[in-house]
């Protein structure tokens, strides 16, 4: 069974998100939970790796997620994708949080990381450099507003390979 792929062009003028019925179904069905219990729903990803599939559900909330968050989230979501059943084949199914270095693909990701530092790596080097640290200052759909090296700048996402979290640069500060 083919099941049908939307391309998902996230208004960032270059980041594209392949997003299946199945994903945006999975999307449907996460989000009232999450909101229900005071998380934000980062993305939902179904993707092969080796053999397997995996359906995994990111989630995140102010301070950090725990164990007990993703486990809050699974149960109920798992009971629905049980009954809904939108993946027609088998799966591992898995909710964890998006990590330090979370890729910001879609404008939501773009919004609530405003005033938070980025990696941002580019197609082609810009200003000699092929990529980039600074603080996302603003998001206007199809560019960024960075305050970096070069000062406050717009960038087109068009130009970027990668826009992430950059949160690793005092990881080891406090031990």
């Given at each position: 069974?083919?099941?049908?792929?939307?391309?998902?062009?996230?208004?960032?003028?270059?980041?594209?998100?392949?997003?299946?019925?199945?994903?945006?179904k999975?999307?449907?069905?996460?989000?009232?939970?999450?909101?229900?219990?005071?998380?934000?729903?980062?993305?939902?990803?179904?993707?092969?790796?080796?053999?397997?599939?995996?359906?995994?559900?990111?989630?995140?909330?102010?301070?950090?997620?725990?164990?007990?968050?993703?486990?809050?989230?699974?149960?109920?979501?798992?009971?629905?994708?049980?009954?809904?059943?939108?993946?027609?084949e088998?799966?591992?199914?898995?909710?964890?949080?998006?990590?330090?270095?979370?890729?910001?693909?879609?404008?939501?990701?773009f919004?609530?990381?405003?005033?938070?530092?980025?990696?941002?790596?580019?197609?082609?080097p810009?200003?000699?450099?092929?990529?980039?640290?600074?603080?996302?200052?603003?998001?206007?759909?199809?560019?960024?507003?960075?305050?970096?090296?070069?000062?406050?700048?717009?960038?087109?996402?068009?130009?970027?390979?990668?826009?992430?979290?950059?949160?690793?640069?005092?990881?080891?500060?406090?031990?």
């Amino acid at each position: 069974m083919t099941v049908p792929t939307f391309l998902h062009y996230d208004l960032s003028g270059g980041i594209f998100t392949a997003e299946s019925a199945a994903v945006k179904k999975v999307r449907e069905l996460a989000e009232p939970l999450c909101d229900e219990l005071g998380l934000f729903l980062w993305d939902v990803k179904f993707e092969k790796e080796g053999g397997n599939r995996y359906l995994r559900v990111y989630i995140d909330k102010d301070g950090g997620i725990s164990i007990e968050d993703c486990e809050a989230l699974h149960r109920p979501l798992d009971k629905l994708l049980d009954e809904y059943d939108p993946i027609p084949e088998s799966y591992v199914f898995e909710v964890c949080s998006p990590g330090l270095g979370r890729r910001l693909e879609r404008p939501e990701h773009f919004e609530v990381c405003i005033g938070d530092e980025v990696k941002i790596g580019f197609f082609s080097p810009k200003n000699g450099e092929k990529e980039i640290i600074g603080t996302l200052v603003g998001f206007g759909g199809k560019e960024i507003a960075v305050s970096g090296p070069n000062g406050e700048e717009n960038i087109p996402l068009s130009e970027c390979a990668f826009v992430k979290l950059y949160d690793d640069g005092d990881l080891f500060s406090e031990l």
